[in-house]
């Protein structure tokens, strides 16, 4: 069974930063490309960042430049490292893993950025 659990998220002052972390378990990490996903309150969930099994990356341009993703394969962890955060970043942060097609979700992490 594929289980994805975040961890990391805060209250931050705007300008600060925050490392969100995503372990997998159930799947060969290696294998697979992850990925973060944000809601926040009454807004649509929207993709913020992809990592390929081989380390390629994708941001979305509202955190390209701010966001860094990574992956570490020996301790089946993806992480998202958040810089310069804005109270625009305020939602609830989901890491995704595409697994032969399907897509398997974590509970998500709350980061809260305030003024």
């Known amino acids: 069974q594929v289980q994805l659990v975040e961890s990391g998220g805060d209250l931050v002052q705007a300008g600060g930063s925050l490392r969100l972390a995503c372990t997998a378990r159930g799947i060969i990490f290696r294998n697979h490309g992850m990925g973060w996903y944000r809601q926040a309150p009454g807004k649509s969930r929207e993709w913020v960042a992809t990592i390929g099994s081989g380390g390629s990356t994708n941001y979305a341009d509202t955190v390209r430049g701010r966001f860094t993703i990574s992956r570490d394969n020996a301790r089946d962890t993806m992480y998202l490292q958040m810089n310069s955060l804005k109270l625009d970043d305020t939602a609830v942060y989901y890491c995704?893993?595409?697994?032969?097609?399907?897509?398997?979700w974590g509970q998500g992490t709350q980061v809260t950025v305030s003024s």
């Open positions: 995704t893993a595409s697994v032969f097609g399907d897509n398997y």
